[in-house]
């Protein structure tokens, strides 16, 4: 079993849309989460970290529920510049001590 | 915010050739440093840990003789790949921790896409 799992889609939606993607994880050690967002050939980067609360940026809302290893991301009114690869990364224990990529979740949003 | 740079950004080379990759944090100091490798379609996976003053640590199947890491100073981490072969042809890509929401993680260079002939 992955350490971190995602659909790997693609999810293709029209502009406008309201997307969800989902991600669990098997460490129940795990302290930290993130969303991670990366573009065709380039390095990922740091969208969102993640809490137990629920936290919101802009369009962006992300979930962690713990009992259940799960942790979600809401994309609301999608743009066409939202079209990347968003990647669950979930820190291994304390600390900047190992992140655990997940393999990527692709959004291709359309006019 | 955090910037960490890396260089080159693409590097083409024959079997067998080595191939040096640096890492930089460009505004603030980072005593460890990691390193992942990125194949076609698949996700990142951490190669080694880069730590300035003493050994690399590096994961479960990845040749410390092959994949050379030095961290030269608190800025500064280089990869070098020894006697690159055909299946060494990935994207590596390199990060720094950094504090983000209250949450420990990590800024990653913008990559060094090698190809080896």
């Known amino acids: 079993r992955k350490e971190v799992e995602q659909d790997p889609g693609p999810f293709n939606v029209p502009e406008g849309a309201t997307v969800a993607f989902n991600c669990t994880y098997s460490n129940s050690a795990s302290q930290s989460f993130f969303w991670y967002r990366q573009d065709c050939r380039k390095e990922p980067k740091l969208l969102m970290s993640?809490?137990?609360s629920g936290n919101e940026d802009g369009r962006f809302t992300a979930q962690l529920n713990r009992a259940s290893q799960y942790i979600s991301l809401l994309i609301r009114d999608s743009k066409l510049s939202d079209s990347a690869t968003y990647l669950c990364?979930?820190?291994?224990?304390?600390?900047?001590?190992?992140?655990?990529f997940g393999a990527g979740t692709r959004l291709a949003v359309h006019p | 915010g955090a910037v960490v740079s890396q260089h080159p950004s693409r590097v083409i080379c024959k079997s067998g050739t080595s191939v040096k990759i640096e890492c930089r944090s460009l505004d603030f100091q980072a005593t460890t440093m990691f390193w992942y490798r990125q194949f076609p379609k698949q996700s990142l996976m951490l190669m080694a840990t880069s730590n300035e003053g003493s050994k690399a640590t590096y994961e479960q199947g990845v040749e410390k003789d092959k994949f050379l890491i030095n961290h030269a100073s608190l800025t500064l981490s280089t990869l070098t790949v020894t006697s690159a072969h055909p299946e060494d042809s990935s994207f590596y890509i390199c990060?720094?921790?950094?504090?983000?929401?209250?949450?420990?993680?990590?800024?990653f260079g913008p990559g060094t896409r090698l190809t080896v002939l």
């Open positions: 990364v979930v820190g291994s224990s304390g600390g900047y001590n190992k992140l655990i």
């Open positions: 990060s720094a921790p950094f504090l983000a929401g209250g949450q420990d993680t990590q800024y």
């Open positions: 993640v809490y137990s």
